[in-house]
């Protein structure tokens, strides 16, 4: 027999769970959560948020970032909601490059792609690293101008975008819109980066003092999709000796993850057009 029209049915638990698992994550500050920060969101022992995760992550709910054991809203929430696609090429394709990637050189890389007026940081391998420095990396945001990963993206994309790009960083009012507005240094910044054929920086980003990095674009269809950087302390060598030491394993993973992506069936999403402030 049927049941009538808004008879209540039995609450099913393990949906009521899976929900405000998924809805923790979402209202979390950084779009991230542990399983300890999820837990104390939804009032559920770490065990059974680790249950349910796994089950969320087989079905392609949420992902789990390998660099600091957190959990993140995948493609089908999204595809639920409004059709969006989540960057599935970084957690596939360019994670396990990362991987393999700090085997080699042992100091941390951060994979970031443009956010605005800056650089996000995506994945990253700073959690395991024994020469890491900032273990929290992701979500970070780094500029443009003072960083490797920044004034490589600015010096290979393309005209267009470059020029949309530092009128959004000229429209500012902090360090970067003083340097985006001279023209000449931006361009002699970026001319050297060119020359030399990677992007460094050493110092200059006045949070990051102590920091140096080399990096490089990686490119799809024509595009910069994102900068894979590695980065180390100054008093540990400087960007020439790191260029000589870890540019070919900088370069080498760069080509791998692009051929990947060039044979890969993933959706990767390309840059947009940027609409400067008015």
Not at 110 to 137: K, Q
Not at 193 to 208: D, F, L, P
């Amino acid at each position: 027999m049927r049941p009538e029209s808004g008879a209540s049915y039995r609450n099913v638990q393990g949906l009521s769970r899976g929900l405000s698992i998924l809805r923790a994550i979402s209202q979390s500050a950084n779009g991230w959560a542990s399983i300890a920060e999820l837990s104390a969101a939804t009032a559920l022992h770490r065990t059974t948020v680790r249950r349910m995760l796994e089950t969320l992550q087989a079905e392609g709910y949420v992902r789990r970032s390998a660099s600091d054991d957190s959990y993140r809203l995948n493609q089908k929430v999204r595809q639920l909601s409004d059709g969006f696609t989540d960057d599935e090429w970084i957690s596939e394709v360019a994670n396990p490059v990362l991987g393999e990637l700090l085997q080699k050189i042992v100091w941390p890389s951060d994979l970031s792609t443009l956010d605005g007026d800056c650089m996000l940081v995506r994945e990253t391998t700073h959690r395991f690293s024994v020469l890491s420095f900032h273990r929290a990396m992701i979500r970070q945001r780094m500029p443009l101008l003072f960083t490797s990963a920044g004034r490589a993206y600015l010096a290979y994309c393309s005209d267009e975008e470059r020029k949309q790009i530092l009128q959004l960083l000229v429209a500012g009012n902090d360090e970067q819109a003083n340097f985006a507005r001279n023209r000449v240094l931006v361009n002699q910044m970026l001319e050297r980066v060119r020359r030399q054929g990677y992007a460094s920086n050493e110092g200059e980003w006045s949070q990051q003092q102590k920091i140096a990095a080399i990096a490089l674009p990686i490119r799809h269809k024509n595009h910069v999709l994102a900068c894979l950087n590695i980065v180390f302390l100054k008093k540990a060598m400087s960007v020439a000796e790191a260029a000589s030491r870890y540019l070919p394993d900088l370069k080498s993973a760069v080509e791998k993850i692009e051929a990947q992506l060039d044979g890969s069936e993933i959706e990767v999403p390309l840059p947009t057009a940027i609409t400067p402030p008015r």
